[in-house]
C-alpha cells in the first residue's frame, strides 16, 4: 500500500508561480514512477508530468517550459513546480504513483489561477 498526500495549491494570479508536494508513504520502494495529472471542471483527467525511479521525466505539451517535475528522495515527496501559470491551469491537481500492478492516487488539491 501506498498512501499520497498532495499539498500547496491555492489561488495564484496569471503568471505567478506555485509548488506542489506529494509526500508518499507506505511501501515506497514498490514505486516505479510518479506522475501529476490534473481535471478541470467538465473535463477529463490529463497527465500534465510525470517522473520515473531512475529520474526520467515527460511533460505534456501545454506545460513544457513552464512546469518542472522533481523529487527528492530523502523526503519521499514529489514536487511540481508551476511557473507562468495561466487562467487555463486551473484544475484539481493529482498526484499519481504507479506500483505496479497497482494504481495510487492522492485526493487532490486545487490550484486556481486567475485573470
Known amino acids: 500500500q501506498v498512501r499520497l498526500v498532495e499539498s500547496g495549491g491555492g489561488l495564484v494570479q496569471a503568471g505567478g508561480s506555485l509548488r506542489l508536494s506529494c509526500a508518499a508513504s507506505g511501501i515506497i520502494v514498490s514505486i516505479n514512477a510518479e506522475s501529476w495529472y490534473r481535471q478541470a471542471p467538465g473535463k477529463q483527467r490529463e497527465l500534465v508530468a510525470g517522473?520515473?525511479?531512475?529520474?526520467?521525466?515527460n511533460y505534456a505539451n501545454f506545460v513544457k517550459g513552464r512546469f518542472t517535475i522533481s523529487r527528492d528522495n530523502a523526503k519521499n515527496t514529489v514536487y511540481l513546480q508551476m511557473n507562468s501559470l495561466k487562467p487555463e491551469d486551473t484544475a484539481v491537481y493529482y498526484c499519481?504513483?504507479?506500483?505496479?500492478?497497482?494504481?495510487?492516487w492522492g485526493q487532490g488539491t486545487q490550484v486556481t489561477v486567475s485573470s
Open positions: 499519481n504513483a504507479q506500483a505496479i500492478p497497482y494504481n495510487y
Open positions: 517522473i520515473t525511479s531512475g529520474g526520467s521525466t
